[in-house]
């Protein structure tokens, strides 16, 4: 069993950053795809980024290519979420997960999920 446990988030203004990472216990998260989503009240969850077993393959939603960039770190068992520019829009909270099937894009085709991180950014 693999718990995810999501940090990093915060109140930030239009235009800053944050860095997001995923810790992952009881288990390696190597062997897995992750994903990064998020949902804003009154929304259903929304995919933001996915990334390979060894980092090497990476996809975006397309409102957040150029300004997020996922990463892991399989010796740390971590991923991480950059996000850079960030806009009013991108106010969530923030959740990761392990691809266990289906379509990357789906949240129905992850599981583990973390309790998430706020990510409030003020305009």
């Known amino acids: 069993q693999v718990q995810l446990v999501e940090s990093g988030g915060g109140l930030v203004q239009a235009g800053g950053s944050l860095r997001l990472s995923c810790a992952a216990s009881?288990?390696?998260?190597?062997?897995?795809?992750m994903g990064w989503f998020r949902q804003a009240p009154g929304k259903e969850r929304e995919f933001v980024a996915r990334?390979?077993?060894?980092?090497?393959?990476?996809l975006y939603a397309d409102s957040m290519k150029g300004r997020f960039t996922i990463s892991r770190d399989n010796a740390k068992n971590t991923v991480y979420l950059q996000m850079n520019s960030l806009k009013p829009e991108d106010t969530a909270v923030y959740y990761c997960?392990?691809?266990?099937?289906?379509?990357?894009?789906?949240?129905?085709?992850?599981?583990?999920w973390g309790q998430g991180t706020q990510v409030t950014v003020s305009s």
């Open positions: 997960a392990a691809l266990v099937g289906g379509s990357y894009y789906a949240a129905t085709s992850y599981d583990y």
């Open positions: 009881g288990r390696s998260i190597s062997s897995y795809y």
């Open positions: 990334i390979s077993w060894s980092g090497s393959n990476t």
